[in-house]
């Protein structure tokens, strides 16, 4: 069974930092594409970040050069490092994963096969 779990969220002060985790179990995460998405209050939950399993990335132009995914297949857990954080990355945050036999690294919601209960950021301005 496919578990993924969410850590490392909080309450931040704007300009702050975080990392979340997602640990990943009943599944070998070098196998996986991984993504992270978010979702405002009142909001559809929209993408973040992702990463292949060969490790290319794509972040979402709003996150470009302050958030950073990366992944540890050793570990079985992929990571969201997020700096100079905003109010309006005010979110839950949640990890998915996607089996995937090639290099992809899938941007929708709709192509995610798993998904985690999420982690909630909170970023006072």
């Known amino acids: 069974q496919v578990q993924l779990v969410e850590s490392g969220g909080g309450l931040v002060q704007a300009g702050g930092s975080l990392r979340l985790s997602c640990a990943a179990s009943?599944?070998?995460?070098?196998?996986?594409?991984m993504g992270w998405f978010r979702q405002p209050p009142g909001k559809e939950r929209e993408f973040v970040a992702a990463?292949?399993?060969?490790?290319?990335?794509s972040h979402a132009d709003s996150v470009k050069g302050r958030f950073t995914i990366s992944r540890d297949n050793a570990k079985n857990t992929a990571y969201l490092q997020m700096n100079t954080l905003k109010s309006e990355d005010t979110a839950t945050y949640y990890c998915?994963?996607?089996?995937?036999?090639?290099?992809?690294?899938?941007?929708?919601?709709?192509?995610?096969?798993?998904w985690g209960q999420g982690t909630q950021v909170t970023v006072s301005s």
């Open positions: 990463i292949s399993r060969s490790g290319g990335v």
């Open positions: 009943g599944m070998p995460l070098r196998m996986y594409a």
């Open positions: 998915a994963a996607r089996v995937t036999p090639d290099s992809s690294a899938p941007v929708t919601v709709y192509e995610y096969s798993y």
